[in-house]
């Protein structure tokens, strides 16, 4: 089945970015098989584009994005109508250049923005999957893409780049697809989800499920959903976004509006109420099953794991090569992580470049505005470009 256009947001991205926001359907004759053996069909991925394709179709970085992301990279989303969540880096002259590269970013499989995933209607019951959604991996999810990037007729990638979990999609893409990734830059990664990790994203889920109107996943006929539980997690989680030291800076413990402690269990404190916020706001673009398959497929991300548990294995052959960025403050997944996949690339004789960016703002910072992250991924672009032949 042919591309079908749908919501088209092009009025409110930004006058000096050419976008288009798309939505792919593949149906029974291209079916997606996934890692747990259960075959999806059919299914729908989003996605935008930025920028324009070249002839040879070589010019093409694919954007993936973190856990609960989106494929509104660098123009506005169509609901919240708040600024692409990498608007600072993708667009004409920026970092990742419209002007130069055709940009595609996509909602991942299991998500809730566009691409197929709990709340879709199940095709054998007519109503939406719920839990019986199948479970997903990374690999799936890239799984996705690369029909996506063959129904395009692309045949490589230039780049494939991401932070947190999108850095993880940028990893599966190189070890299972070496021959079509040209260049990746995994940012505030890691090869392997850890046991903290783990825990947090366990926390979060019992949260969601320990709610009363998550209804074992079956909350959509009812006009509510686990609100409460779902926001619990969202807090949780984005503790781990954050630094102590950026904590410290933004609220220490400054109170929220009096000068006085109230003995009671309102939000007395700046970062009560701030956390209370992030979780209130999170519920209203996102689906909690969604967070549930979404999170576990980062917790089974082991990159080694069919490599026999030999990480360097997983990079054999692979010619692509690797900018590898981490952050001095990021405790989510900290810089040792990213040295671990440094070390195994180094191992299989991979082409690799590595920068730990010194700043005090967390996991987070591969969103914001970070001059040496900035100034790494423009030089690496253009070297890459350079060897590309996409230097004009």
Known sequence: MSDTQNTNVTNDA????????????????EPLTLDSGVVLSPFTIGYNTYGTLNADKSNVILVCHALTG???????????????WWAALIG???TIDTNRFFVICTNVIGGCHGSTGPQDENPETGKPYGMSFPVITIADMVRAQTKLIDRLGIESLFCVIGGSMGGMQALQWAVDYPERVFSAIPLATAPRHSAQNIAFHEVGRQAVM??????????????????????????AAHITYLSEAA??????????????????????FQIESYLRYQGSSFVDRFDANSYLYITRATDYFDL??????????AFMNVKTRFCIVSFTSDWHYPT???KEIVKALNAAAGNVSFVEVETDKGHDAF??????????????????????GLMS
């Open 14 to 29: 930004p006058a000096d970015i050419n976008h288009q926001a798309k939505s792919a359907t593949f149906g029974a004759e």
């Open 70 to 84: 989106d494929q509104h990279a660098a123009s506005p989303n169509p609901a919240s109508k708040k600024a692409g």
């Open 92 to 94: 004409p002259g920026k």
């Open 210 to 235: 320990a709610d009363p109107e998550w209804r074992d996943g079956d909350y959509y006929a009812h006009g509510t959903g686990p609100d409460k539980g779902l926001a619990v997690a969202r807090m």
């Open 247 to 268: 904590l410290f800076r933004k609220f220490d413990r400054n109170l929220q509006d009096s000068e006085n402690l109230s003995y009671g269990f309102g939000a007395d």
């Open 304 to 313: 080694a794991r069919d490599h026999d548990d030999v990480l360097a294995k």
């Open 336 to 338: 040792a992580y990213s």
């Open 367 to 388: 969103f914001l505005d970070e001059p040496e992250m900035i100034a790494t991924l423009t030089g690496f672009l253009s070297s890459a470009a350079q060897q590309r």
